[in-house]
């Protein structure tokens, strides 16, 4: 019996800095990971989908799109194979797997490589991969294991024409013509990837937008964006059955149309990964989605037992499961825990990316709450223009009582990165005249927020002197 302080089950986001801040607080850490040293987040979701978006953009060229007379970047899709993506992915995973490692190692942190499952409530047995068995001791145990793409039964997966997200990114070859299904997240990302290598791609959905939490204006500049890049987008469609005729799959709507194509993605979502966990014999309860049910805390329904990142549920990021990490550990040894933040930005890296924190123009008129607008395009923006990148729009809703901003949406190239100005000054409870009466670099991307918070401003002072007018 091997006694510790800390045993935390995946070595995700979440699991890393749960682990870590514990080691930082003076205890003594296992960390549990069932396949390799950085999860699902490193080897087959996050870090290597947003590296594979890097080496086609690059490969691809197109990011100078803008300065081709005919607007559409030159490509020769055969002169681009698998090996050629996975060349930088295999690199990257390479490289932050040994960054991790080191971490670990330099915190003290005891490492076991096997697969975890519960035995009571402070008992942890792992299989090894030699074979061997441990049975681990622990006051507190952090569970971060993630999650896993949803296979429903009614689909044929076979890994090689019907992926899950996990599959795609193993492909063994670049399909001429691929059907996605599902405009969430993962789907919207991987169809925008595909189109710019110039596959042929359909994306199907039941909703009638695409991405429909998205402020709409914004899912509609995608939509466009995707479009021109020879997207087709199949709205308000239902699939009935899969069938993979030989080298192809045919897929059959609700309305008896098909269509075929040589791969299909199945982007249905995901679900928690608690299979092997045997999480029964510690009482822990799930919710009907399937999830670990937390408190505040990220307790779990026994005290001593703490949850976070994707198996808990949404948002699903691996940036708040970073800080759910940490939080719970301070949460569990210390008095010190640090507030979250309820507010935090989105990150969708389409092609082009989106990025957005706080409130939609739709959930400001369910909540009747007064707002503004104000707008800035790409075009308009002289790095934009520079880097040949005039496709975009800056949006800012702001209070039309006090100005103070309430949300900002970005799409465009830095979407990802600019969106933390916002962030700051959302948490600050910042006026929107903040962005006018500060310099920005010129030209930056930055830039934007003046040019937008002033269109804003604008907007207000001129219904306000047409009032005054009357």
Known sequence: MNNYDAIVIGSGPAGQKAAIASAKLGKKVALLEAWDIGGSSLHTAT????????????????????????????LDRNEISITDLNHRINWVKS???????????????????????????ESIEVRLRDGDKRILKGNKIFLATGSTP???????????????????????????SMIVIGAGIIGCEYASMMCVLGVKVTLIDRHPNLLAFLDKEIALHLQVALEENNLTFL??????????????????????TSITADKVLIASGREANVKNLEIQKANINLNKKGYIDVSKNFQTSQENIYAIGDVIGGPCLA????????????????????????IYPFGIYTIPEISYIGETEESLKAKNIP????????????????TGNKTGLCKLLFCRKNFTLLGAHIIGRGATEVIHIAQLAISLNAKIHYFVDHVFNFPTYAEMYALAARNGINKVLLQKNEENIV
């Open 150 to 176: 949803r296979k429903p039964s009614d689909i044929p997966f076979d890994g090689k024409r019907v992926l899950t997200s996990t599959d795609f990114l193993s492909m063994d070859e670049i399909p001429k």
């Open 47 to 74: 870090i290597p989908s947003k590296t594979l978006r890097e080496s086609i953009l690059e490969l691809t060229n197109y990011r100078s799109k803008g300065f081709n007379t005919n607007n559409i970047p030159t």
């Open 371 to 386: 707002y503004e607008v104000g707008r800035a395009y790409f075009y308009e923006i002289s790095r934009c223009i520079i």
């Open 235 to 256: 709205c308000e469609k239902e699939f009935e059955s899969i069938k993979i005729l030989g080298k192809q799959v045919e897929i059959t709507m609700s309305d008896k």
């Open 95 to 121: 490289h932050l797997k040994a960054t991790i490692k080191h971490q670990l190692k330099k915190n003290g942190i005891d490492l076991f490589i096997g697969h975890g499952r519960f035995l009571d409530t």
């Open 319 to 342: 940036s708040t499961a970073y800080i759910q990490g940490a939080f719970a550990a301070n949460c569990a040894f210390s008095n010190n825990a640090c507030k979250t933040m309820n």
